[in-house]
């Protein structure tokens, strides 16, 4: 039976990071939403939509920010597609239990004229710390609907359904004049003067008051569109007042926080106060114990997201073993050979690699998700804030950059508690350096077998150039990525610990583990089926595949950086599989076997006879140079899969691609010559 849909409205969800803005567009959208971009930038956009009483509502979770200034792309999105008025209703979350913190947003947005509804989240959390908040004065003061309200509880919906299509129905918009007064009082005769050449009604549903504040920030974007709508003259004004500004963000930042102080009196009361630091919390945020106790927890996450990740991964595992009968079935029916071979190498490794991925991400995401949810994670950022900065990162860096060291997968789709998106590329960056597990597979195999009992000086050379790459990696993308004025230290109020949700939990992780899936399956698809057709072959001898004579012709280049055209060839299969390396190398030196089901299925297994061939092919320096090449060349094709879901920019993954490629040729060419001259 269908139902009739009346008109559609759009609501926008707003509020600071971990306000449960996801937990709530999950528990209204579920299934029913899609995720893509923001027309043209890199921010992930999030849009769905809930049918109730016959009726569709559209909804759109906005980026977390903590403020509508336009200090970053997600604040500038945010905002623009605020002052669009595409949206007929604007939901602010406020975490409850940080109430005075989390209502910046509200005292920032306040003057933009769309109707909004404020949700006190995490109301049942600020009960727990003993805190009494009047939602009725509240509203009574702000003049919209304000919703005591559980995001995580859907139980609860019916109380946000009703409060939506009250605040539809009103159209309220926030009581300012408090505000606005504690602006023009602070402003002085500055607050006048703007207010003379701003236009009475504002600018679209911006209003003249907004602008202002705006205004005496010096906000760019904010001074370009008044700028607009003035003539030569007032322009020429207006500057010449700006510029008799100083420190106006921290006025204006101080006027909201005393309308904020103003709201709370008599709102908020604090029954029974609860001691500042728990007897955990004064070893998790201790200067010296708590980077150990967070690396012990991040690696102890790693192993556990082993556990849920185990069942998926080996069902995974399955899939290559339905190429038998698969093939039976097709050559029975007269299928031509190359479609067979599409089939059971390319179609089903797509699967096994997509589903081992899949799994791992949906471990981590689990585990780590867990540690958010309950607050910990914040801990983690306060403790390695300080050295996180050096490479200009947050804490919360440190979780994706340790998981690295078991699979850089891992690490990129940890960095998914990161809030901005600049930090979060940054941080992938910066994983890909981390040696990964995989890469293990090789480097004892290699070095064992040219320098014997030298072969941990290998190990340490490769810790000590890791370390000066993180550097120089966060120097070269962090001059893109993070601006200057945005390096500053951290200030920031430890959220309360609470129990974890688990049916919003699961329900965020399953929906996003099936967006990575279905993207993941088109990428590794189209990588995995032009690297078959390079290494296709009717006959099955190797010396007619198109990477194969690629490899001989560009010998004269490779030899350049220490590379035989085997090990070149061994070096591209890397990044397909770190592990692939040593089944490429044992197909090519031994000439036996495809180079496709090398690279796909050798699983780091050293081929009879391989260790013999490379002792009398390779020199102790071509030797090196193929293992500083390959450990830091791109981890594997599931972890730049996985970076490419993660930054949503195809532009920032290739470019991450690319300079891997190069500097690694670049480490080979240097370790090559060099050792040259020693060994």
């Known amino acids: 039976m269908s139902i009739k849909v009346s008109k559609q409205p759009t609501i926008a969800l ?67 597609y605020i002052a669009s008025g595409e949206a007929d209703l604007v939901c602010i979350l406020a975490d409850s239990s940080q109430l005075s913190r989390s209502l910046f947003m509200l005292a920032d947005y306040a003057g933009i004229q769309c109707p909004v509804v404020l949700l006190l989240n995490l109301i049942d959390i600020a009960e727990k710390q003993g805190k ?8 009574a003061k702000l003049g919209i609907p304000v919703i005591p309200f559980v995001a995580a509880d859907r139980s609860q919906y019916q109380i946000f359904y009703d409060g939506i299509d009250r605040a539809l129905a009103e159209k309220k918009m926030i ?47 904010v001074l370009g569109k008044v700028k607009t709508v003035l003539s030569q003259d007032e322009n020429q004004k207006l500057s010449r007042i700006l510029s008799g500004i100083e420190n106006g963000a921290l006025h204006t930042a101080g006027c909201k926080f005393q309308w904020i102080d103003e709201l709370l009196n008599d709102v908020l009361v604090q029954k029974d106060k609860k001691p500042v630091l728990s007897k955990f919390d004064k070893i998790a945020t201790h200067k010296r114990w708590g980077k150990p106790l967070a690396i012990g927890i991040i690696l102890f996450g790693l192993i556990a997201s082993f556990i849920p990740a185990a069942p998926i ?91 690295s060291f078991g699979c850089t997968i891992g690490g990129a789709a940890g960095t998914r508690v990161i809030d901005s998106w600049n930090q979060r590329v940054l941080t992938i960056a910066l994983a890909w350096v981390i040696p990964c597990a995989a890469t293990w597979a090789i480097v004892p195999v290699i070095s064992s077998l040219f320098f014997g009992a030298k072969a941990p000086l290998v190990i340490i050379a490769i810790f000590i150039v890791a370390g000066f790459h993180l550097f ?74 198109l990477l194969y004579k690629f490899g001989r012709a560009i010998e004269p280049v490779t030899i350049i950086f220490g590379l035989t055209w085997q090990t070149f060839l061994a070096y591209l299969a890397s990044m397909v599989s770190k592990e692939a390396a040593l089944g490429v190398l044992g197909s090519l030196y031994l000439g036996n076997g495809s180079l496709f089901t090398a690279t796909v299925g050798s699983g780091g297994q050293v081929a009879a006879g391989l260790d013999a061939v490379l002792l ?64």
């Open 313 to 403: 991964m080996f069902f995974g595992s399955l899939i290559p073993m339905l190429g038998g009968p698969i093939a039976k079935a097709l050559t029975a029916i007269g299928a031509p050979d190359i479609l067979i071979a599409v089939i059971n190498q390319v179609v089903l490794n797509t699967l096994y690699f997509a589903i081992a991925m899949i799994g791992f991400v949906f471990g981590v995401n689990l585990i780590f998700g867990f540690l958010e949810e309950v607050g910990y994670m914040a801990r983690v950022s306060y403790v390695f804030n300080g050295t996180m900065s050096k490479l200009g990162l947050q804490g919360k860096s440190v979780m994706p950059l340790v998981v």
């Open 14 to 80: 707003l509020g600071q990071p971990n306000s449960g803005k996801s937990t709530l567009f999950n528990g209204l959208t579920g299934a029913r939403q899609h995720v893509g971009n923001w027309p043209g930038k890199t921010v992930e956009k999030k849009e769905g939509y809930f049918e109730r009483n016959g009726r569709r509502y559209r909804v759109t979770d906005l980026p977390g920010t903590y403020s509508l200034s336009a200090n970053s792309e997600e604040e500038i999105i945010t905002r623009d």
């Open 616 to 679: 009398t092919s390779l020199t102790p320096a071509a030797a090196l140079a193929f293992i500083f090449a390959v450990t830091f060349n791109a981890p594997c094709l599931m972890a730049i899969t996985s970076t490419y879901q993660e930054t949503r920019s195809l532009k920032w993954t290739l470019r991450i691609l690319g300079y891997y490629f190069a500097t690694s040729l670049l480490l080979a060419f240097s370790v090559y010559h060099i050792s040259n001259l020693f060994l």
């Open 175 to 221: 009581n300012i004049d408090s505000l606005t007064e504690k602006h023009r009082l602070t402003a002085k005769d500055i607050y006048d003067q703007l207010l003379a050449l701003i236009p009475q009604k504002g600018i679209g549903n911006l209003s003249a008051s907004w602008l202002i504040g705006k205004l005496i920030e010096k906000d760019e974007n």
């Open 472 to 545: 120089v990696t966060a120097k070269i993308f962090g001059s893109k990525l993070i601006r200057e004025e945005d390096r500053s230290g951290l200030i920031m109020e430890l959220p309360p610990y609470h129990k974890p949700r688990w049916r919003a939990l699961m329900r965020s992780i399953l929906v996003r583990t099936w967006d990575i899936l279905s993207r993941a399956l088109k990428v590794i698809f189209i990588v995995s089926l032009v690297f078959w057709l390079l290494t296709y072959s009717a006959s099955g001898n190797l010396e007619v595949t």
């Open 132 to 139: 009494k908040i009047d939602a009725s004065k509240l509203e």
